[in-house]
């Protein structure tokens, strides 16, 4: 059974940093693409990073870019998302998802397996 499952979320004062994990199981995603979205109550799911299948192609979002870093550790069949800096603008529950090809997509629809989710929350 394919599984994702965040963690590191939590609540955090504006200035601060947290670092998210999504651990995957049930198979290697070493060759897959990979994404972290977010979602605020009452606003649509958000790209917020996502990383190529080969580890070298990145994006971010422009709000993030700068703050934010994604990597993945594939032996530890790991990504991450290391956040910098945080405003209370990113405060949402945060999901990784996962693709069965290496190269990144912009909707969400396009991503097969999906994690349960993880709240970040930041004070102001």
């Known amino acids: 059974q394919v599984q994702l499952v965040e963690s590191g979320g939590g609540l955090v004062q504006a200035g601060g940093s947290l670092r998210l994990s999504c651990a995957a199981s049930?198979?290697?995603?070493?060759?897959?693409?990979m994404v972290w979205f977010r979602q605020a109550p009452g606003r649509e799911r958000e790209r917020v990073a996502a990383?190529?299948?080969?580890?070298?192609?990145?994006y971010y979002a422009t709000s993030v870019k700068g703050r934010f870093t994604i990597s993945r550790d594939d032996p530890k069949n790991t990504m991450y998302l290391k956040m910098n800096s945080l405003r209370p603008e990113d405060t949402a529950v945060y999901y990784c998802?996962?693709?069965?090809?290496?190269?990144?997509?912009?909707?969400?629809?396009?991503?097969?397996?999906w994690g349960q989710g993880t709240q970040v929350t930041v004070s102001a």
């Open positions: 998802a996962s693709r069965t090809v290496p190269i990144t997509a912009p909707q969400a629809s396009e991503y097969t397996y």
């Open positions: 049930g198979r290697s995603f070493s060759t897959y693409a």
């Open positions: 990383i190529s299948g080969s580890g070298k192609n990145t």
